[in-house]
């Protein structure tokens, strides 16, 4: 500043302003202090504290040139420096809001069960203060169970709860992550011989095929592209880009075992022998138990696959017995994405994140059959693809060796014998 430029107040008389000396010390210090005007500035502390620390501006009234545009400069930097309360959206309460009906129709679960779906992943959702007016746990979990009933875009469930996309983003990861860790407990074979008999006899009640754990199969999650080198990989053989998921469920749709990592191109089969689901049925963990799939898999003493042309009755009868019995898995496809429409809308997340999406669903989806929930309902403002947009993966698979062969001849002597 100028040697000859002096303090002017003119424009804050009119504010009736009182000063307490030290702040209006460390004030006028701090933004106008330079030899030239440090006297005026003792002057206006002497003065108000001569007069009770109010003061008139025109009593310290200096003019100059530049006067009004300095005067201009330091209500706008005290004004700068203000601290304005922040404003934050308003979060309406989704769980009280609707009626049972409408609550499963946007969320996919009841209340009930989202009240205890919470209370085991709660620890991993609660902030550890209410600073800057954190998003609770239960709306934490009912953002992303709207993302899975809708697979809307981010900003779309964001906006649901009154959050901006990002940390829409962060919430969807944060409590898929936890509902995963859930895994564990609710997605596993029989392995106790009770839980075992229990599955058999529930598989031999469809069609009289003994020995049955569980049925196989693979069903198409669309993705968005994942872009890179690698993204064609994920391009199935109907053309859009998927995750090739593996399932093996049992006769009351509930999920045993899931495999959520093969890109769309991946055959079933291939699938299959690089899965753990394998690997403990090759060394006979579970007894001589066995799994159905169909032809898209090559015939093992574990796993019963149909005949491609049966001939003789018992064949026949075979044949008929392993699709009915069978049947339950393409019915746990069915109410897994209905019940959970992002897994046939497409899930718009990175490749990791989709990857937990799709267990997160699984886990769900065991947790309200365990409940007994009522079937999902149909929401009519979305609207799932056909399912001839599903992938029959019944291709080029070579027919196993005799061995296999005449495991499966049993099946079929046995089938003839039936009354």
Same mark, same amino acid.
């Given at each position: 500043m100028g040697s000859n430029r002096f303090l002017n107040f003119r424009s804050l008389s009119k504010l009736s302003l009182r000063f307490d000396c030290?702040? $209006?010390?460390?004030? $006028?210090?701090?933004?106008?202090?330079?030899?030239?005007?440090? $006297?005026?500035?003792?002057?206006?502390?002497?003065?108000?504290?001569?007069?009770?620390?109010?003061?008139?501006?025109?009593? $310290? &009234?200096?003019?100059?040139?530049?006067?009004?545009? +300095?005067? +201009?400069?330091?209500?706008v930097e005290l004004n700068r420096r203000v601290r304005h309360p922040r404003t934050f959206r308003s979060r309406p309460d989704n769980f009280t809001k609707w009626t049972e009906e409408e609550f499963r129709m946007r969320f996919r679960l009841c209340k009930a069960t989202t009240s205890f779906l919470l209370t085991l992943i709660q620890d991993q959702l609660v902030h550890r203060s209410n600073r800057n007016h954190a998003v609770s746990a239960m709306n934490q979990l009912l953002l992303t169970l709207r993302l899975y009933a809708t697979g809307s875009m981010l900003i779309a469930v964001g906006d649901f709860i009154g959050v901006d996309k990002s940390t829409a983003s962060r919430i969807v990861k944060k409590v898929t992550t936890a509902i995963c860790t859930l895994a564990g407990i609710y997605i596993q074979m029989p392995r106790m011989e009770n839980a075992i008999r229990r599955n058999q006899l529930a598989f031999y009640n469809i069609a009289r095929f003994p020995r049955v754990i569980g049925a196989i199969d693979c069903t198409h999650v669309r993705i968005q592209s994942p872009g890179g080198d690698n993204a064609e990989y994920f391009r199935n053989r109907k053309g859009y880009f998927s995750f090739n998921i593996q399932v093996v469920g049992d006769a009351s749709l509930r999920i045993l075992d899931v495999v959520a990592r093969w890109p769309g191109s991946t055959h079933d089969q291939t699938v299959f022998n690089n899965s753990r689901i394998h690997a403990r049925l090759e060394t006979n963990e579970f007894g001589n138990s066995i799994i159905l799939g169909d032809s898209g898999y090559a015939i093992k003493q574990y796993l019963i696959t149909p005949l491609l042309n049966p001939h003789t009755e018992g064949e026949q009868l075979f044949n008929e017995a392993q699709i009915r019995s069978r049947n339950p898995i393409e019915r746990l496809f069915g109410v897994w994405k209905r019940r959970f429409p992002i897994l046939s809308l497409g899930i718009r997340l990175? &490749?990791?994140?989709?990857?937990?999406?799709?267990?997160?669903?699984?886990?769900?989806?065991?947790?309200?059959?365990?409940?007994?929930e009522d079937g999902p309902l149909v929401d009519p403002d979305v609207i799932l693809p056909n399912n001839d947009d599903e992938i029959d993966d019944v291709v080029n698979v070579p027919e196993a060796g005799n061995i296999n062969n005449n495991f499966r001849q049993t099946f079929i002597d046995y089938f003839s014998s039936l009354p």
């Open positions: 030290d702040i $209006l010390l460390y004030t $006028l210090f701090y933004f106008l202090y330079t030899p030239s005007n440090f $006297l005026p500035i003792c002057a206006l502390m002497a003065h108000s504290s001569d007069e009770g620390s109010s003061f008139d501006g025109e009593d $310290l &009234l200096h003019t100059s040139s530049n006067t009004s545009d +300095e005067n +201009e400069e330091l209500i990175s &490749l990791e994140t989709t990857q937990s999406v799709i267990i997160a669903c699984a886990v769900l989806h065991n947790i309200a059959q365990e409940r007994n």
